[in-house]
Structure formats: structure tokens, C-alpha cells
């Protein structure tokens, strides 16, 4: 069976105060080695996930925005894939444009006055502050294709009504490091799609996912072992996944340690030997 590893970034690969990935490095470099699939699948934008993927010679596809878009390098698969083509990537478009989704969203805050801020109200440097991203990586944060964060201020009645108006508008909620309002998409849709196009290259596959937060919950029931790792005051994220396992360490350092310990378990096993 061919491994495939689907992973969140911030927080889970990347570290959830500096963004660095050093600690998930020896991983990462066992996953080249024997040529393993490694699928970007977060709340980041296309642009943001691309700095990383150079950043870390990565060139399979990538899902953003928590699942609004897939993005298939061309030629990836030697089949069809996506529905559109967009800058040599064969792309699969689950979400809805970024434009309605923010008509909502202001929409929703002037009828029910909750104190509502979203990326589109803020600037370069408040999103900078709010999510301890650089100015030019908060620049590409603000390049949104399919979902708006926001900052949520109030109790949770204001809460309860806040998700009631969203479902009203056939849009959904999610929570990462911040709120976000979206179309009817979530990461296990994307990861669903992604899974069978590589059981049609590969055969049979063992799918592994790796998050930290309850946006990664979709994501995490689609894998045959889903990983959560620590957030970084130590604690686990609240997840009702079947099978899941806890990964002993803040974000890349547990990233690292759970992803090592199945790959070289599914080694033993294809080899025949107990792990």
C-alpha cells in the first residue's frame, strides 16, 4: 500500500507562534526519500501555501482555505482532474468565490450588530498583529479566493445566533486560529476527492492526516490514522475522531515523532514484520 500524508500547517507542521518547521525536518526528508505524498491541507490561501511549498521543494497538491480549492499541479495524474486551469495547476473548486462569501458576512453584522472584524476590514498590519505574520506574508493572507476569517467578540448567545444567520445563507462556520465563514466545503470533502485520485494512480493507499484544531476534524475522519498534535500551551484540541491519536509534542516536534512512528510501522508491516 502507498502512503499518502495529508497535513494541516499552522500549528501542526508549522509551529504555532513562529511558523518555523525545523523540528518536522527529519520527517520531511524521510517522506522525499521514498517518494510519499505530502498534501498541504489548511486554512492558508493558495499564494501562502506556495511560499512553503517552494520553501520546502514540494510539489504535489495542496488544498486551501480549509478545502475551498484543490490544486493539482498539471500533468500530476496522468488522467483528468480538476474543472478549471489556473496558472499550471488542474484545479477542483469547492468553495464559493471569496466576493459572496464577504457580502454575507457584512450582510450578517449589519442585521444583527455583533462585533464582527474580518480579514477584508482590516489592513496589512492588523492582520499582521492579529496572527504574528510577517507584513508581506499577511499581504498574501489577505489574498482570499474562498473564505473570510474574522475576529468574533461577544457571548455565546451572540455565537448561537451568529452560526443560525450563516446556515441561513447556506454558508458554514469553522474555528482554526480564528473564525471563518464559508461556502458548504470542508477539508474532508477535499481530502475525499484527493484520496481516490490517488487510489486510481496508486491502487490501494494508507492515508495519514495530521491537525490541531477543530477545523481539522473533517480532515481527520477521512485518514486511516489521524494525528492531532499539541497547541502550544500543551493541550489537545477537543476532536470526536474514531482511532485518534495524540501526538506527544507541540505542533512540528509531534508532527515529526507520530508521522516517523506509522510510516515505519506501515515499513514493518508491508515487510511482514511486527512493529
Keep these: 500500500m502507498k502512503p499518502v ?31 510519499i505524498p505530502l498534501v498541504f491541507c489548511s486554512s492558508k490561501t493558495r499564494r501562502e501555501i ?21 490544486f493539482i499541479p498539471e500533468g500530476y495524474f496522468p488522467f483528468p482532474t480538476g474543472d478549471r486551469r489556473m496558472d499550471g495547476y488542474s484545479v477542483v473548486v469547492l468553495g464559493k468565490p471569496y466576493g459572496e462569501v464577504r457580502r454575507a458576512f457584512v450582510d450578517i453584522r449589519n442585521k444583527t450588530g455583533l462585533r464582527l472584524v474580518g480579514f477584508g476590514d482590516m489592513g496589512v498590519d492588523e492582520v499582521s498583529e492579529v496572527t ?3 507584513t508581506e506574508e499577511a499581504e498574501l493572507a489577505k489574498m482570499r479566493d474562498f473564505e473570510e476569517p474574522f475576529i468574533f467578540q461577544g457571548d ?17 462556520f469553522t474555528k482554526g486560529r480564528l473564525f471563518h465563514i464559508l461556502g458548504p466545503h470542508d477539508k474532508g470533502r477535499a481530502i475525499r476527492l484527493l484520496k481516490g485520485f490517488y487510489r486510481e494512480l496508486y491502487g490501494e493507499i494508507v492515508s495519514i492526516g495530521a491537525g490541531d484544531g477543530l477545523n481539522d476534524e473533517p480532515m481527520l475522519r477521512e485518514v486511516d490514522y489521524p494525528v492531532l498534535v499539541r497547541k502550544g500551551d500543551g493541550g489537545y484540541e477537543s476532536l470526536d475522531v474514531p482511532g485518534l491519536l495524540k501526538a506527544d509534542g507541540v505542533g512540528p516536534e509531534g508532527w515529526r515523532s507520530a508521522i516517523m512512528d506509522i510510516l515505519k510501522k506501515e515499513a514493518l508491516c508491508k515487510k511482514g514484520l511486527s512493529p
Excluded: M
Design 5 to 35: 500524508v495529508f497535513t494541516d500547517l499552522d500549528g501542526t507542521l508549522l509551529h504555532p507562534e513562529d511558523y518555523s518547521f525545523d523540528a518536522a525536518l527529519p520527517a520531511v526528508e524521510y517522506i522525499k526519500r521514498h517518494n
Design 50 to 70: 506556495e511560499v512553503i511549498r517552494r520553501r520546502l521543494s514540494n510539489n504535489h497538491p495542496f488544498v486551501s482555505e480549509n478545502g475551498g480549492g484543490v
Design 132 to 134: 504574528g505574520l510577517s
Design 156 to 172: 455565546e448567545e451572540g455565537l448561537k445566533i451568529l452560526v443560525e444567520e450563516i446556515q441561513k445563507r447556506g454558508l458554514s
